[in-house]
């Protein structure tokens, strides 16, 4: 199944076949100061070298979350998403809990942007998916309900199903709607990572949509972050994940070695070109 996402010159396709494509993570103040500090000061440009970092690091899409306590989200939202479009060809992603933001972000984004996100919460069910219909994007699905979120893998399937009724029922395609699992620290519950991971391959076995993870959480609390969060995305990806909200900087690479080795990279030709790319970058740096 294939979800396709566009800003006004390129599409992106996401597909379980194909190389897992990257959602850079960056501009999002959470647990970020001086990201927050620049939205409050209006520092565009620190956005933009962020938006221009991450596209060069190898981001296919770009999540624009600008929620900071005491600023109008949808003013903001409206801002940002304008200049960022300006600064970049690849497709946004729009991040907030505030659908008033979502819809102010929607009617700038042009092209086909993807929603972060609805879930199996009521009141977001209701006012999520109808923004989604309207202006023809696609979206994340959250495996939570009024209940929290489900302690099973199959429990999280049906969550699964649920978002995907209610989004069919309203006439967005089925294709358009990626399901996120929800990563947990398994710093907390040892069993956090084995869960999500059963839930990846049989939502992706039962249902044939397409598999988000936000996949930092999964080493929140521990030493080595990186480390952890490297060995979890390869594993994903074998599971069926086909893309990822992370940071490219820190990432790329070891998502294109995790395509490569599960057989998404011909003749390894495009690690080859990333590689390539990199070490271009990396004596443009050092001439500066």
Same mark, same amino acid.
């Given at each position: 199944?294939?979800?396709?996402?566009?800003?006004?010159?390129?599409?992106?396709?996401?597909?379980? =076949?194909?190389?897992?494509?990257?959602?850079?993570?960056?501009?999002?103040?959470?647990?970020?100061?001086?990201?927050?500090?620049?939205?409050?000061?209006?520092?565009?440009?620190?956005?933009?070298?962020?938006?221009?970092?991450?596209?060069?690091?190898?981001?296919?899409?770009?999540?624009?979350?600008?929620?900071?306590?005491?600023?109008?989200?949808?003013?903001?939202?409206?801002?940002?998403?304008?200049?960022?479009?300006?600064?970049?060809?690849?497709?946004?992603c729009l991040d907030s809990p505030n659908p008033l933001a979502?819809?102010?972000?929607?009617?700038?984004?042009?092209?086909?942007?993807?929603?972060?996100?609805?879930s199996g919460e009521e009141a977001r069910l209701s006012t999520?998916?109808?923004?989604?219909?309207?202006?023809?994007?696609?979206?994340?699905?959250?495996?939570?309900?009024?209940?929290?979120?489900?302690?099973?893998?199959?429990?999280?399937?049906?969550?699964?199903?649920?978002?995907?009724?209610?989004?069919?029922?309203?006439?967005?395609?089925?294709?358009?709607?990626?399901?996120?699992?929800?990563?947990?620290?398994?710093?907390?519950?040892?069993?956090?990572?084995?869960?999500?991971?059963?839930?990846?391959?049989?939502?992706?076995?039962?249902?044939?949509?397409?598999? =988000?993870?936000?996949?930092?959480?999964?080493?929140?609390?521990?030493?080595?972050?990186?480390?952890?969060?490297?060995?979890?995305?390869?594993?994903?990806?074998?599971?069926?994940?086909?893309?990822?909200?992370?940071?490219?900087?820190?990432?790329?690479?070891?998502?294109?070695?995790?395509?490569?080795?599960?057989?998404?990279?011909?003749?390894?030709?495009?690690?080859?070109?990333?590689?390539?790319?990199?070490?271009?970058?990396?004596?443009?740096?050092?001439?500066?």
């Amino acid at each position: 199944m294939q979800t396709i996402v566009s800003s006004t010159m390129k599409s992106v396709v996401i597909e379980k =076949n194909l190389p897992l494509v990257i959602i850079g993570e960056k501009i999002n103040p959470t647990g970020r100061k001086k990201m927050a500090a620049a939205l409050q000061s209006q520092d565009f440009e620190y956005l933009h070298d962020l938006a221009i970092s991450q596209v060069e690091a190898g981001a296919d899409i770009l999540d624009i979350n600008v929620g900071v306590p005491g600023l109008d989200d949808v003013i903001l939202m409206k801002q940002v998403v304008k200049l960022v479009s300006e600064w970049i060809d690849v497709p946004l992603c729009l991040d907030s809990p505030n659908p008033l933001a979502l819809e102010a972000g929607l009617s700038v984004a042009g092209g086909k942007p993807l929603v972060n996100s609805v879930s199996g919460e009521e009141a977001r069910l209701s006012t999520v998916l109808p923004l989604v219909k309207e202006y023809g994007a696609a979206v994340i699905g959250l495996i939570m309900d009024d209940n929290g979120i489900p302690s099973t893998p199959e429990a999280r399937l049906a969550v699964a199903e649920k978002i995907l009724e209610r989004a069919v029922r309203i006439g967005i395609p089925q294709e358009d709607v990626i399901i996120d699992p929800l990563v947990m620290a398994v710093g907390a519950d040892s069993s956090a990572g084995v869960v999500t991971l059963k839930a990846i391959e049989l939502i992706s076995q039962k249902l044939g949509v397409n598999i =988000n993870l936000g996949a930092s959480n999964i080493s929140f609390g521990l030493p080595d972050r990186h480390i952890v969060n490297q060995a979890f995305l390869i594993l994903a990806m074998g599971k069926g994940a086909t893309c990822a909200i992370t940071d490219p900087m820190k990432l790329a690479w070891i998502i294109r070695a995790g395509d490569l080795l599960l057989g998404k990279d011909e003749y390894a030709m495009r690690f080859i070109r990333y590689f390539r790319k990199m070490q271009v970058n990396l004596n443009k740096e050092n001439l500066t």
